[in-house]
């Protein structure tokens, strides 16, 4: 069984920055893309970023290009995402997600992936 927890969200003010943290247990994810997801109150779920297993793919929403970065460490079997000059409107609950699917090509798609952290609360005051 996999268990993905994420930490490091928080409450900061509009332009700053965090560092969110995805570990995962019960398996490695070395061979499995992960990806980042968001959901406001009252809103869908949606695509953040995702990496490819090998970490040579990224893909980012057109809201956060240019200020979040997506990046693995296969070693400590952890997943980050690098949030720099934050918005009110990136205010959300985050989530990691792997998609167990060995070597699959990097989605945007929620349903792809298997396993789903519990989120991660990110609050952005201005």
């Known amino acids: 069984q996999v268990q993905l927890v994420e930490s490091g969200g928080g409450l900061v003010q509009a332009g700053g920055s965090l560092r969110l943290s995805c570990a995962a247990s019960?398996?490695?994810?070395?061979?499995?893309?992960m990806g980042w997801f968001r959901q406001a109150p009252g809103k869908e779920r949606d695509f953040v970023a995702t990496?490819?297993?090998?970490?040579?793919?990224?893909y980012y929403a057109d809201s956060v290009k240019g200020r979040f970065t997506i990046s693995r460490d296969n070693a400590k079997n952890t997943v980050y995402l690098q949030m720099s000059s934050l918005k009110p409107e990136d205010t959300a609950v985050y989530y990691c997600a792997a998609d167990e699917a060995s070597l699959a090509l990097p989605s945007r798609m929620a349903y792809e992936y298997d396993y789903w952290g519990q989120g991660t609360q990110v609050t952005v005051s201005s």
């Open positions: 019960g398996r490695p994810l070395s061979s499995w893309t």
């Open positions: 990496i490819s297993w090998s970490g040579l793919s990224t």
